[in-house]
């Protein structure tokens, strides 16, 4: 079982920069976080959650077209996380988000932890 807890959300002025984090914990979680493709959702008010970027084992990148160039997705092996830089935030990128992963690049296979809230407002 891998728990998964997100970091560094905040308050933030438009075109201001935040750095997520999401640090993967428990047995085998090593092993499995190496192995696993993660990926950051966000979820706004009243919406549905939405994959916003995603990273392979191997370190392959995929963005959501609406965060393509601002955002970067990164991991650390070593330390069993993956990170979130987000650049240039805009009020749409107002949300809570979460880290989630498994065999294969979108695959949702650990259960969600609380999220980290992020907004953006002047």
């Known amino acids: 079982q891998v728990q998964l807890v997100e970091s560094g959300g905040g308050l933030v002025q438009p075109g201001g920069s935040l750095r997520l984090s999401c640090a993967a914990s428990g047995r085998a979680s090593g092993i499995i976080f190496r192995l696993n493709a993660m990926g950051w959702y966000r979820q706004a008010p009243g919406k549905q959650r939405e994959l916003v970027a995603t990273?392979?084992?191997?370190?392959?990148?995929n963005y959501a077209d609406s965060v393509k160039g601002r955002f970067t997705i990164s991991r650390d092996n070593a330390k069993n996380t993956v990170y979130l830089q987000m650049n240039s935030l805009q009020p749409e990128d107002t949300a809570v988000y979460y880290c989630n992963g498994g065999p294969r690049v979108g695959s949702t296979s650990h259960s969600w932890g609380q999220g980290t809230q992020v907004t953006v407002s002047s």
């Open positions: 990273i392979s084992s191997g370190g392959s990148t």
